[in-house]
């Protein structure tokens, strides 16, 4: 049976029927992904005797793919696979990652005998364990990658006749997804920490398996469609087909131009900018270029002009969309160095209980989550009433870059007093100074997560043409992803020209290192004034905050 098209979409398929499967698959594979993934810094150290600032550049390799994979994904599964056969596929490799990675935890000859720091008579390392370690890191987070973006939009094709009730879906579909990192980053990482790894990875498993069971179980009930196109494929054919059109001269009438295989009223026509001239080559009709029912011939020889404003679009917001490389840059190094100094000083709340290192970052993401919420209900419109205008998208992101340089001045004068205490306390590991000295910084980059995560997807959401709306997360995904591997760059960076960040960070100078994240902070800083400052807005009139797209 072939599958429909979004345009007919049967009435005894999707629906909010689906819901309750999409939201169980989602909900079991963040648990999963997140219940080992916000725990491997501390399981590398502990358990595979890997250099503390090793296992961080690994961790934050594994975020950067985390955000990357689901753009691929997208493309991949927008152009040939579609929604329902990416997401059983990408579930069952997530779960021969998480159970190859259980398995390292469980038996013996997989992962290293303990040794003693100092030992000479440890047994030398086997290359294959680390074989198993990485395949299993890599499968998991391919898996899980591949799923997170699809799911959403599999939800969303369930409502496609209900442009309303897809606002509604995505609200529960993040919150839910919010939820089960919370949980992943508590609970599951607790369970490691206090009981074994072994039954924290294996309840990843089962979460995995759970998700594709329920994923798999609402088959019947799933509106498949027929992969459209991803709009990055329309990017390139832009630019193949103006470089190849490049001898072409740019006509002097609108009339030349090709307006797409429907025919299109003279009112209605797309005309070419003028900016970035050079790229209206691509949609110059020229002999031999579309057929007689007005589709074309050459697909990388000839697009729209739709097609080609859209790409022009993108560039135009590529200047503010690069003053972020440097924003989320600060966040990944600042996450992997805050579960490291976690580790070298007193978790303890009680004589029997302390708080995991892995789950220390939860405090951004409750913060985050808590400020959204006073965001709509008290500071925009206390902002509206004082100004007589709402808060712009670009003015919240610019306050996002100032509390991000504060909440590293922070991190910089924490950690300084943090060596000083552990000077006059050698020869421990462990530094009499309470892990509660770190919640102030991370509370603050939460706050200023709230500020520019959803000012950014707000801006791109609002400034993007209809045809590249799906494109906001998308945008702050490569950036996130990026931002990570630029983190992991910046960290080694910092290891081969300095002594800041020894094995033990005790001895090390990684205050050092923030105030370098404070400064070029501030650079970076003044780089988004200047693009913000000769940005012109294409389609935003107005900024009504309690509509803005993924806000929740």
Same mark, same amino acid.
């Given at each position: ?15 909010? !029927? ?112 680390? &074989? ?27 409502? &496609? ?97 090709? #307006? ?101 970052? &939860?405090?951004? #993401? !409750? ?53 000083? &205490? ?18 102030? #910084? ?111």
């Amino acid at each position: 049976m072939e599958a429909p098209s979004k345009a007919q979409l049967s009435r005894s398929i999707g629906g909010w !029927i689906t819901f309750p499967f999409i939201i169980a698959s989602i909900v079991g594979l963040t648990l999963a992904f997140g219940g080992w993934s916000f725990n491997l810094i501390v399981y590398l150290i502990q358990e595979f005797d890997v250099e503390s600032i090793d296992a961080a550049q690994i961790s934050n390799l594994v975020n950067g793919a985390g955000n990357l994979i689901p753009v691929l994904a997208a493309i991949i599964t927008d152009s040939f696979l579609g929604s329902f056969s990416a997401i059983w596929i990408s579930s069952i490799i997530s779960l021969l990652g998480t159970i190859l990675l259980a398995l390292t935890a469980t038996l013996d000859s997989l992962r290293p005998k303990p040794c003693e720091v100092g030992s000479t008579s440890c047994s030398p390392k086997s290359r294959i364990q680390y &074989v198993v370690l990485y395949a299993a890191i890599v499968l998991a987070t391919l898996g899980y990658g591949g799923t997170r973006s699809t799911l959403s939009t599999i939800g969303a094709d369930q409502l &496609v006749d209900k442009p309303k009730d897809q606002g509604i879906f995505f609200n529960w579909f993040y919150f839910f997804w919010y939820s089960a990192c919370l949980v992943a980053s508590t609970a599951i990482v607790y369970v490691e920490d206090n009981v074994s790894w072994k039954a924290g990875f294996f309840i990843c498993v089962a979460c995995n398996v759970v998700a594709l069971v329920i994923f798999l179980m609402g088959s019947r009930f799933y509106a498949k469609f027929k992969p459209e196109g991803s709009p990055f494929t329309s990017f390139i054919r832009v630019v193949v087909a103006s470089i190849r059109k490049r001898q072409v001269t740019l006509p002097s009438t609108d009339e030349d131009f090709y #307006q797409g295989h429907n025919v299109v009223p003279k009112a209605l026509a797309v005309l070419p900018s003028n900016t970035f001239r050079f790229l209206n080559r691509a949609a110059i009709v020229s002999e031999g270029d579309i057929k007689s029912d007005g589709s074309t011939i050459k697909r990388w020889r000839l697009c729209s002009v739709q097609e080609v404003e859209d790409f022009k679009t993108l560039i135009r917001i590529l200047p503010l969309w690069t003053s972020s490389f440097f924003l989320c840059t600060t966040i990944g190094v600042q996450s992997s160095l805050s579960i490291l100094q976690a580790l070298a000083m007193d978790r303890h709340l009680r004589p029997n209980f302390q708080i995991p290192a892995g789950s220390i970052l &939860v405090f951004v #993401q !409750i913060s985050t989550s808590l400020f959204l919420a006073l965001f709509d209900k008290f500071l925009f419109p206390m902002w509206h009433n004082l100004t007589g205008k709402p808060l712009t998208p670009l003015q919240r992101i610019g306050v996002g870059h100032v509390l991000n340089f504060v909440s590293m001045g922070i991190s910089a004068l924490v950690e300084s007093k943090r060596l000083n &205490v552990a000077k006059s306390h050698q020869g421990s590991n462990i530094v009499p100074m309470s892990v509660l000295w770190l919640v102030p #910084q991370l509370v603050i980059v939460g706050i200023a997560e709230a500020f520019h995560f959803p000012g950014q997807v707000s801006l791109y959401y609002q400034e993007f043409p209809i045809t590249l709306k799906n494109m906001a997360t998308a945008m702050i995904s490569v950036l996130v992803g990026i931002a990570f591997y630029l983190a992991t760059a910046v960290i080694d960076i910092v290891r081969k020209t300095t002594t800041w960040l020894p094995g033990n960070i005790n001895n090390g100078r990684m205050d050092n290192v923030y105030w370098i994240l404070v400064v070029g902070g501030v650079v970076n800083f003044g780089y988004y004034v200047i693009c913000s400052w000769y940005y012109k807005y294409q389609n935003l009139m107005e900024v009504d905050h309690s509509d803005s797209p993924n806000e929740e």
